[in-house]
């Protein structure tokens, strides 16, 4: 036996959420062996900006009950929060951004710890400085002089900090008193009494203010925005009816206006909350977004993209109550404006700002600037090597509305010419001109899930049909399909004609005589019986044909049983004579099934395929989602006209393609992931009439 298989490689750049959970969801899907490369300057991975904060009161911006990092497991968060010293968060808690970067980081282990053996992650601690787009395979080049060859790379870039307005970045080159709110430094070395500015009215400030009140800093703070809007925060509503029709939705800026005040006043009415209006918009906000033709984006962008901010991001209830308690007291101030002037003079900045409604100049006195504005996304301006190297070889096209970069649906880069790219992805912050809504959780975790599942879908196209000359003949084989009619099972004997060796796979134990029978008129020598899987509808004659004929027995690896004399594993070859059959793991409908691939050609499915259909997964370890991945990924890439052979049929046929199956198969075809699962989760079966003997039988070799 031997592997004909060579892992691939995906380099992933940016260890933060986004690229912690595209990692995560490929190690949870592959079928195939692979390399993880994930590429994080940062010594931890998991946090990023948003989570890496060591303050315990920056709390979440969303409740727990809805930061699952699993589309298709909403309980997933709740549930580690319960099983690791947080009993007492409910689904409404607002809990610590920290502790949510403990579970992106055990979200990650847990991931790497169940991974297949043939699926690796590696750390590196590094930064990527230049990507070499080659016709079938990426070049990340690291600032330490090491360069990664991959078949995938994904741009899990994250936030880039903002850029100052230009009176203020005029002075920031002579000033250690002027920071960045993400900067570690941004509230240290502060008396007590200093006076602070903090420009920009939206999250970051919401963080400074609560880091400052966590610290007992009682001087005056002053906030500036142009709109000097103040934070709304999370309340408890009943929900809104969806009130927009795609098809028929407003074209322009003003239109959609008038219909969410519209909408909001009817909510009023019938005393709801705006917040339910506005959460009615959440599913549909990126297709809305992409129906408004280019002026009326930029409109939006201009006149309410400050507004929409402002009630779309909400806070937690109990850090509203810190903001307010601020400004009742007099610590905290607004300002509608724009910076007109920032000068030094002795140990203070002096600030001018030119009011927003009465062009009035009104003059601050501060110790320290701290700048709040958020993220910068604008990809014309960032200045990063990575970037430079990608506009440079026009690898990317910056967005039109200077907002991140343009990609494909799935989130491929398009080029400067705008071709997308089948080798470089992004997700997250870099979606923004094309998506609007695309840096929260909810956002993120889908995009994260649907790109692993586009990334293994597009490695290895035909990973389990390599050959090395497809025009050289064939080596024949001698082929027969058996049926037990009890069990409605398949037995197929596969052997050499010209060495006479031959193989039994999946036989049954009523019918030993039937197969010896066969052998010997075909005068055939008997080296092998194969498993598909332990089965549980059926006991096998591997024990009772090793009796007779002196075969081996061979079993999946990882299958739970210790009497077979070999075990073979995923891309391993067998061979009888000149005949190959290889080994394609295929878990699901049990955790250690395997499909068998006979040269090149005829492909025994056992249970996770049938014609027309496939096997439970409602015990012995199953895992839809797992089968889904197995037979989409790895059986569905193989040639169209490749022959399936099930371990089962109930309906009389024998034999179908791979072809055929994609297209017709209705558990599989037109369905999602997510549809499939809810389907096989929900068959509500008997149990197979001999399981509480067969099983047991079939873990001893058939041992009644």
């Keep these: 036996m031997n592997s004909t298989i060579s892992p691939s490689t995906i380099a992933i750049i940016g260890g933060g959420l986004s690229g912690s959970l595209v990692a995560a969801n490929i190690m949870r899907k592959a079928t195939m062996p692979l390399f993880i490369k994930l590429v994080e300057r940062n010594q931890e991975v998991g946090r990023g900006v948003a989570y890496g904060t060591p303050v315990e009161c920056h709390l979440l911006n969303v409740p727990a009950g809805k930061m699952s990092a699993f589309p298709d497991e909403p309980n997933h968060f709740l549930n580690w929060l319960h099983r ?4 007492e968060v409910k689904a409404s808690t607002f809990v610590p951004r920290k502790v949510y970067g403990d579970y992106v980081q055990a979200t990650l282990s847990e991931a790497e710890a169940s991974a297949p053996a043939y699926v690796m992650l590696e750390r590196i601690v590094d930064e990527a400085i230049a990507i070499e787009n080659k016709s079938d395979n990426v070049i990340v080049k690291l600032s330490r002089g090491e360069s990664l060859y991959v078949q995938k790379a994904v741009l899990a870039l994250g936030n880039f900090p903002a850029s100052l307005p230009k009176p203020v970045a005029c002075v920031e080159n002579h000033n250690n008193n002027i920071r960045d709110a993400w900067s570690s430094q941004a509230i240290a070395d502060l008396n007590p009494e200093d006076s602070i500015l903090l420009i920009g009215s939206g999250l970051t400030m919401v963080d400074a203010v609560v880091a400052l009140h966590a610290k007992g800093f009682h ?4 906030a500036v925005s142009r709109h000097g809007l103040k934070p709304c925060s999370h309340k408890s509503t009943i929900p809104y009816p969806t009130f927009i029709d795609l098809e028929t939705a407003p074209k322009t800026a003003r239109e959609l206006l008038h219909l969410v005040r519209q909408q909001v006043r009817t909510a009023d009415d019938h005393g709801l909350d705006w917040r339910a209006v506005i959460d009615a918009l959440r599913p549909v906000t ?17 006149h309410l993209k400050a507004y929409w901010e402002v009630h779309r991001h909400l806070i937690a209830p109990e850090i509203a109550d810190v903001l307010d308690a601020a400004e009742e007291s007099g610590q ?60 440079e070889q026009r690898l990317i096209r910056p967005n039109v509305l200077s907002m991140g970069i343009d990609t494909a649906v799935n989130g491929a880069l398009l080029d400067a010419d705008g071709n997308t790219s089948e080798l470089l992805y992004t997700l997250g912050t870099p979606r923004k001109g094309n998506l609007w809504e695309t840096t929260a959780v909810p956002e993120i975790r889908v995009q994260a899930a649907n790109l692993a599942q586009d990334l293994l879908k597009s490695l290895n196209p035909m990973p389990y049909a390599v050959v090395e000359n497809w025009f050289a003949p064939k080596p024949a084989m001698l082929f027969r399909q058996l049926f037990d009619k009890e069990s409605s099972t398949y037995t197929y004997l596969i052997a050499d004609p010209q060495t006479k060796e031959a193989i039994l796979v999946d036989p049954v134990s009523e019918q030993v005589e039937r197969d010896i029978q066969i052998l010997r008129e075909l ?3 008997l080296r092998y019986c194969l498993e598909t ?14 009796g007779i004929t002196g075969c081996l027995s061979i079993m999946p690896e990882n299958a739970q049983t210790t009497c077979a004399d070999s075990y073979i594993a995923d891309g391993k070859m067998l061979h009888i004579g000149n005949v190959q059959i290889q080994a394609i793991a295929t878990p699901g409908h049990t955790d250690s099934h395997m499909a068998y691939l006979v040269n090149n050609t005829h492909l025994l499915t056992g249970d996770a395929l049938f014609i027309r259909g496939c096997g439970r997964t409602d015990f012995q370890s199953g895992d839809a989602g797992l089968l889904y991945d197995a037979v989409t990924q790895k059986l569905f890439t193989l040639p169209d006209d ?19 199956e994609k297209r017709w198969n209705p558990r599989f075809a037109g369905h999602s992931r997510s549809q499939f699962m809810m389907l096989m ?5 008997p149990y197979p009439k001999k399981m509480s003997e067969a099983v047991p039988a079939n873990q001893h070799g058939g041992k009644v």
């Design 219 to 222: 001087g005056k703070i002053h």
């Design 523 to 525: 005068g055939l020598t």
């Design 84 to 87: 690791n010293g947080h009993e």
């Design 332 to 391: 905290l101030s607004y300002y509608a404006g724009r910076i007109q002037t920032c000068q030094q003079f002795d140990h203070k900045l002096t600030v001018s700002i030119s009011e927003r409604e009465t062009q009035a100049k009104i003059v601050l006195h501060v110790n320290r600037i701290i700048n709040c504005t958020g993220s910068n996304c604008n990809y014309r301006s960032l200045q990063h090597p990575l970037l430079a190297s990608l506009q």
């Design 642 to 660: 490749t022959l399936v052979y099930p371990a089962h049929d109930y309906q009389g046929q024998t034999v179908s393609t791979i072809g055929e």
């Design 681 to 685: 989760n929900n068959l509500n079966l």
């Design 533 to 546: 899987h332990i089965h549980a509808d059926h006991i096998t004659a591997t024990r009772q044909l090793k």
């Design 286 to 302: 990126q297709e809305i977004w992409q129906t408004l033709p280019l002026k009326e984006q930029k409109r939006f962008l201009r």
